[in-house]
């Protein structure tokens, strides 16, 4: 693959950052940049792709409908209105394009904290231990395929970092900020059960027995109505030493509600 050349440093925008949680965004100093919605998927394939891409590829990519002339030609018209811009953003070679090495995305820094999260001998010093670098959600409301795909892979990393830092947080005494943690990826997942677990761990280390059981009962019902099936044993066996003891009851058994079936459910597994 032919690469992009280096930049030239003295041509260079100091401070250019692309944002692409929760929303685009082109920051350059401290001013917000405008960007048309062509320039702005140009913007964010490259840095999510983060490697030099052909031309051909990454107009046949964002204007998958078009044949290849009308592509290139719309590649071109994206790349003239980001340099009205940035024009340092983008650095093109006839036959490549490439975003500038110097540019920072949010997306770069919520991976390289996820993955500092997930080495269990990565102690993290210097970075906050913080759920909020880890909750935003990739470009909502943009449903290309190459979207989609990148959405769900980042989604699945930050799940994943949410439950250890949780965890790292529950080692440290941090309660709150583990339950914060854990209630994160509940809510980019809430069928996701080892999150569940993470958050009952985190009741049950605090000595809060009744919010653990709460959390319990409550994902056992989510799971009944959304899937027909009943949690795991490594749920079950967490969650079964704070279990009310049954009452003994003298005389004839009475037909049992609701709530007494989700109990006796849940004494069953």
């Not at 949010?106 to 001998?121: F, H, K, N, V």
């Not at 935003?136 to 395929?145: A, K, M």
């Amino acid at each position: 693959m032919t690469s992009v050349p280096a930049h030239d440093p003295g041509m260079l925008t100091t401070g250019i950052r692309v944002g692409l949680l929760d929303g685009f965004r082109l920051c350059v100093g401290q001013r917000s940049a405008p960007v048309p919605l062509a320039a702005q998927r140009l913007v964010a394939l490259l840095a999510l792709w983060d490697r030099d891409v052909a031309r051909c590829e990454v107009s046949g990519t964002l204007w998958p409908e078009a044949n290849q002339a009308q592509a290139n030609g719309c590649l071109r018209t994206a790349l003239w209105r980001l340099r009205r811009t940035e024009r340092t953003l983008v650095i093109a070679t006839p036959t490549h394009l490439g975003l500038c090495p110097a540019v920072r995305t949010d997306t770069d820094e919520t991976i390289a904290y996820a993955r500092r999260l997930l080495e269990p001998a990565d102690r993290c010093d210097g970075h906050p231990l913080h759920p909020q670098p880890l909750l935003g959600v990739l470009l909502p409301g943009w449903y290309d395929d190459w979207v989609v795909f990148e959405r769900e892979r980042l989604r699945q990393l930050t799940l994943h970092a949410l439950e250890s830092l949780a965890d790292r947080l529950l080692d440290a005494g941090r309660f709150g900020t583990a339950t914060d943690a854990a209630y994160g990826a509940i809510r980019a997942d809430p069928l996701r059960e080892s999150a569940h677990r993470t958050l009952i761990r985190v009741h049950l280390a605090e000595g809060n027995a009744h919010e653990a059981l709460r959390t319990y009962r409550s994902y056992v019902d989510l799971l009944q109505r959304e899937l027909g099936i009943g949690p795991s044993m490594q749920l079950t066996s967490l969650i079964r030493p704070v279990l009310p003891r049954e009452p003994r009851h003298s005389g004839a058994c009475q037909p049992a509600g609701p709530a007494d079936a989700r109990l006796m459910y849940a004494r069953s597994i």
